[in-house]
């Protein structure tokens, strides 16, 4: 009888637990609910990056100062982070002189100096990288010249020889 009794309670005997009652499974779902839980807590606390605010394109044309016609462009995006990249378009096939370089001037207005951004070259088109300190200061600037200076750019930090090419800084 104490035998009936005992199978009939299932004491003694192996019992197969189902999938729900598996406490492995309840381990392993509880950790991957945690760990989306906290991935999407992240997600909606984290801040979002700032979607560029499209500030238009700065643009200069230079005109030769002999001929008044224009001779070259200068174009940037204004209001980014970081640095700026002009894309200079020198039109026709200007000529250097030997020992000489063309130096490309920021000019701030007003009373202020000309600020050099560095030398170019004839080439039609060209890149030049302006460093984030002098960005705002581009962005804001009155226009660009470009002067004829001795090989290597101005010794004195500002134009010394005859500016060629000028132009006003206008927002498109």
Known sequence: M??????RLGIGQKVRSGFWENLSFWRVSSFASGLLALALIVMVVAPKPETPVDAG???????????????????????QRGGR?????????????????????????????????????????????????????LDAAHGLAMS??????SPTGL????????GESIKT
Do not use: C, F
């Not at 394109?57 to 209001?79: F, Q, Y």
């Not at 990249?85 to 000529?95: E, N, P």
């Open 85 to 137: 990249t002009l894309r200079i378009r020198v039109m026709g096939h200007a000529g250097m002189a030997p020992n000489t370089a063309w130096e490309l001037w920021m000019l701030p207005g007003g009373d202020q100096k000309p600020v050099s951004l560095g030398l170019i070259t004839t080439h039609e088109t060209q890149i030049v990288k302006i460093p984030e300190a002098l960005a705002a200061k």
């Open 57 to 79: 394109r700065m643009v200069v044309v230079m005109n030769d100062l002999a001929t008044n016609k224009p001779a070259m462009t200068a174009t940037w995006e204004p209001g």
């Open 148 to 153: 004829v200076e001795p090989a290597g750019g």
């Open 159 to 166: 134009p010394t020889g005859p500016v060629l090419y000028a």
């Open 2 to 7: 104490w035998q009936a009794i005992k199978v």
